[in-house]
C-alpha cells in the first residue's frame, strides 16, 4: 500500500474490544469491515463513515443519525440486517450491524440466466415479507435494488441499506405522506418516480421495485435501463401495455408472468398492495426450500440449486467468445494505480489488521491446469487443495456441482464470488490480467508494474483500480486486488466492485478470467 493512498485517510478509530478484519464492503464514503469482540464470542459487520467525505457528498450527521434511529426502529424481522449499535470519533461515525455471511444474493446469479422458479419464488416471498413489514411500520425503503439484498449463514434473505427509508405514515393515523425526492437506482425505480412526478406513493413504488427484483432473479438481467420513454425497452412495454413477448418474458411460466404483468403496472393506483400480492396464486403455492415461517430448510440443497447456473469454462471455444466481445466503453483515466476513485477501501490495507480469518472470509480457488504443479512439493499441493476444496467459489468453475457442495461450507462466505486463484508468481501473473484488461478496452496506461515482485507481494497487497462502461453504458467502478496466501505460493485475485449494475460486474469479471485462463488455477479437468 502506497503512502500517498493510506495519507488520504483518518486512521480508523479504535474501539474497546473490538478487533477488525476484512473489508467486505465499501463505497465513495464508507467502508464495512468485518469484526469481533474479544473473546471472539460475537462475530459482526462494522460500517465506518468518513464524516468529511459524507459531508462532500451531500450528506450531514443528522442525515445519518436519522438513517440509524429508522434501522434500529426496523432491525426485528428475520429478513431485515439488524443494527445493533452506533458510535462515532472526530473523523468516523461507525455502526455495527448483523453480519450477512452470504454476501451478495446478486453475486451468485448468472448473467442473462438467473435461478430457476422456486428459487426466485423462495427469495421473492421472503423480500416482499420484510418488505411488507417496513409498511406496516409506515416506512418505506426506496432502495430496493440487488446490491441492499444480502444472504445469512444459512441462504435467508437479509434487506440492507435504510440510507433512502422514509416514514410515510405515523403509528394509529392512516393518513399517508406522499414523496417527492427522486431517489433509488433507476432500473429498479418506479416511473413516477423517474418522471419526477409531483408526489409519489413509496408504498408502491417499494412495490414496483420488487417487481423489477423478480424479473432479475428469473432472467438474470433486468427489463430495462430506466422506466422512462428514452429507453428502448420500456417504450416497448409502454407500447405493447405490459403484454411483452419477447425474450425473456416468453420464458416465464403463466403464473409468474400475470403476477409481474399486475406488479409493473405504470399506474400506481392500479398496483397490488401486499395482502393482493401474497394472496396471487403463485406467490401462495409452497416452496421446498421453506419451512412454514419462512426460512431456509436445506442450506445445502439451496446452494447447490442457487449456484448450478453459475459457470466459468476456460475452453478454446469460451476464450474465442470472450476474445470476439465488444470493447467495454473508455472512459478518461480509466485504471489509475496510485490513487483510486471514490474507493476508500482500496486506500486501507486489510493486511495491518492483525485479524484471523473466519469462516466468513471467502478465500478463492482456481485452476487452469493440472500440469502447473509439476514439480511442487506435495505438501504444498496438500495445503493448497485444503484451501480450495473449502472454499464455495469452486462452485462456479466445477462440473459436479452437487459433489462439491458437500465438501463446502454452505453459505459461509463473505460478500462476492468474482475472485479466482493463482500460482503463477507474481511477475508472469500481472502482465496477463493486464493483457487481458487491454484486450477488452481497459486503459491500463496508468498502472506502474515496475518493482512489483513476490517480494513486494509478501507484505502488502496490489490494486488495480477499474473505471469502464457496461454494455449498456452504465459505469461500472471497482478494483482488482491481487493478494498472496501466507506462507503459500497461491494468490488471491479478487475483482472488488464499488459502483454499478452486479451482474454487469460479474460479466466483467467473467470475462477478463476467461482471457487470464492461463493463469487461473483450478483442482479439476476442465472443459
Known amino acids: 500500500m502506497s503512502n500517498l493512498r493510506l495519507s488520504q485517510l483518518d486512521p480508523l478509530p479504535r474501539i474497546h474490544r473490538v478487533r477488525l478484519g476484512n473489508t467486505i464492503g465499501q463505497g465513495s464514503f464508507a467502508i464495512v469491515k468485518l469484526a469481533y469482540i474479544e473473546p471472539k464470542n460475537s462475530v459482526f459487520a462494522l460500517k465506518f463513515i468518513h464524516r468529511k467525505r459524507s459531508h462532500q457528498n451531500g450528506l450531514t450527521d443528522n442525515d445519518i443519525g436519522k438513517e440509524v434511529l429508522l434501522h434500529k426502529q426496523c432491525s426485528g424481522h428475520p429478513n431485515i440486517i439488524k443494527l445493533m449499535d452506533a458510535g462515532s470519533d472526530s473523523n468516523w461515525l461507525y455502526i455495527a450491524m448483523e453480519l450477512a455471511p452470504g454476501g451478495d444474493l446478486f453475486d451468485k446469479i448468472q448473467p442473462d440466466v438467473g435461478v430457476d422458479e422456486q428459487i426466485s419464488h423462495f427469495y421473492f416471498k421472503q423480500l416482499i415479507s420484510s418488505?411488507?413489514?417496513?409498511?406496516?411500520?409506515?416506512?418505506?425503503?426506496?432502495?430496493?435494488?440487488?446490491?441492499?439484498?444480502?444472504?445469512?449463514?444459512?441462504?435467508?434473505?437479509?434487506?440492507?441499506?435504510?440510507?433512502?427509508?422514509?416514514?410515510?405514515?405515523?403509528?394509529?393515523?392512516?393518513?399517508?405522506?406522499?414523496?417527492?425526492?427522486?431517489?433509488?437506482?433507476?432500473?429498479?425505480?418506479?416511473?413516477?418516480?423517474?418522471?419526477?412526478?409531483?408526489?409519489?406513493?413509496?408504498?408502491?413504488?417499494?412495490?414496483?421495485?420488487?417487481?423489477?427484483?423478480?424479473?432479475?432473479?428469473?432472467?438474470?438481467?433486468?427489463?430495462?435501463?430506466?422506466?422512462?420513454?428514452?429507453?428502448?425497452?420500456?417504450?416497448?412495454?409502454?407500447?405493447?401495455?405490459?403484454?411483452?413477448?419477447?425474450?425473456?418474458?416468453?420464458?416465464?411460466?403463466?403464473?409468474?408472468?400475470?403476477?409481474?404483468?399486475?406488479?409493473?403496472?405504470?399506474?400506481?393506483?392500479?398496483?397490488?398492495?401486499?395482502?393482493?400480492?401474497?394472496?396471487?396464486?403463485?406467490?401462495?403455492?409452497?416452496?421446498?426450500?421453506?419451512?412454514?415461517?419462512?426460512?431456509?430448510?436445506?442450506?445445502?440443497?439451496?446452494?447447490?440449486?442457487?449456484?448450478?447456473?453459475?459457470?466459468?469454462?476456460?475452453?478454446?471455444?469460451?476464450?474465442?467468445?470472450?476474445?470476439?466481445?465488444?470493447?467495454?466503453?473508455?472512459?478518461?483515466?480509466?485504471?489509475?494505480?496510485?490513487?483510486?476513485?471514490?474507493?476508500?477501501?482500496?486506500?486501507?490495507?486489510?493486511?495491518?489488521?492483525?485479524?484471523?480469518?473466519?469462516?466468513?472470509?471467502?478465500?478463492?480457488?482456481?485452476?487452469?491446469?493440472?500440469?502447473?504443479?509439476?514439480?511442487?512439493?506435495?505438501?504444498?499441493r496438500e495445503s493448497i487443495f485444503k484451501i480450495i476444496s473449502q472454499d464455495p467459489a469452486i462452485l462456479q468453475f466445477s462440473k459436479h456441482k452437487q459433489q462439491a457442495t458437500q465438501n463446502t461450507p454452505q453459505f459461509h462466505f463473505a460478500d462476492r464470488l468474482t475472485r479466482f486463484f493463482s500460482i503463477l508468481p507474481v511477475e508472469s501473473l500481472l502482465p496477463i490480467i493486464l493483457s487481458a484488461l487491454n484486450r477488452t478496452g481497459v486503459s491500463t496506461t496508468g498502472f506502474q508494474q515496475r518493482n512489483v515482485t513476490e517480494s513486494y507481494l509478501s507484505h502488502r497487497n496490489i490494486h488495480i483500480s477499474i473505471q469502464t462502461m457496461d454494455r449498456r453504458k452504465g459505469y461500472l467502478r471497482g478494483s482488482i486486488r491481487i493478494s498472496r496466501v501466507e506462507n503459500l505460493k497461491l494468490k488471491t485475485v479478487e475483482f472488488i466492485k464499488t459502483k454499478g449494475d452486479p451482474l454487469e460486474w460479474r460479466r466483467f469479471f467473467k470475462r477478463i478470467t476467461v482471457l487470464s485462463r492461463e493463469a487461473v488455477y483450478i483442482e479439476e479437468d476442465h472443459d
Open 131 to 380: 418488505i411488507d413489514f417496513l409498511h406496516k411500520l409506515g416506512v418505506a425503503h426506496r432502495d430496493i435494488k440487488p446490491e441492499n439484498i444480502l444472504l445469512d449463514g444459512h441462504g435467508n434473505l437479509k434487506l440492507a441499506d435504510f440510507g433512502l427509508a422514509t416514514v410515510f405514515k405515523r403509528q394509529n393515523n392512516p393518513k399517508k405522506r406522499l414523496c417527492t425526492t427522486a431517489c433509488g437506482s433507476p432500473p429498479y425505480m418506479a416511473p413516477e418516480i423517474a418522471t419526477h412526478k409531483a408526489g409519489y406513493d413509496p408504498e408502491f413504488t417499494d412495490i414496483w421495485s420488487c417487481g423489477v427484483v423478480l424479473f432479475v432473479l428469473l432472467s438474470g438481467e433486468t427489463p430495462w435501463e430506466e422506466p422512462t420513454i428514452n429507453d428502448p425497452f420500456f417504450s416497448h412495454y409502454l407500447a405493447n401495455e405490459g403484454k411483452v413477448l419477447t425474450a425473456p418474458w416468453n420464458k416465464f411460466s403463466p403464473m409468474v408472468l400475470s403476477l409481474l404483468r399486475i406488479i409493473l403496472k405504470i399506474d400506481a393506483g392500479k398496483r397490488p398492495d401486499m395482502d393482493q400480492i401474497r394472496n396471487h396464486i403463485w406467490v401462495n403455492q409452497e416452496n421446498s426450500y421453506s419451512t412454514a415461517d419462512g426460512l431456509c430448510k436445506d442450506s445445502a440443497l439451496l446452494t447447490t440449486k442457487l449456484l448450478e447456473n453459475m459457470h466459468i469454462g476456460l475452453s478454446d471455444e469460451n476464450y474465442v467468445e470472450s476474445s470476439n466481445e465488444d470493447e467495454y466503453g473508455s472512459i478518461e483515466n480509466q485504471l489509475i494505480a496510485s490513487q483510486p476513485v471514490a474507493d476508500i477501501a482500496a486506500m486501507i490495507d486489510d493486511e495491518d489488521d492483525n485479524f484471523d480469518n473466519l469462516p466468513a472470509t471467502q478465500q478463492v480457488y482456481t485452476e487452469y491446469n493440472k500440469a502447473k504443479l509439476a514439480g511442487k512439493l506435495d505438501s504444498e
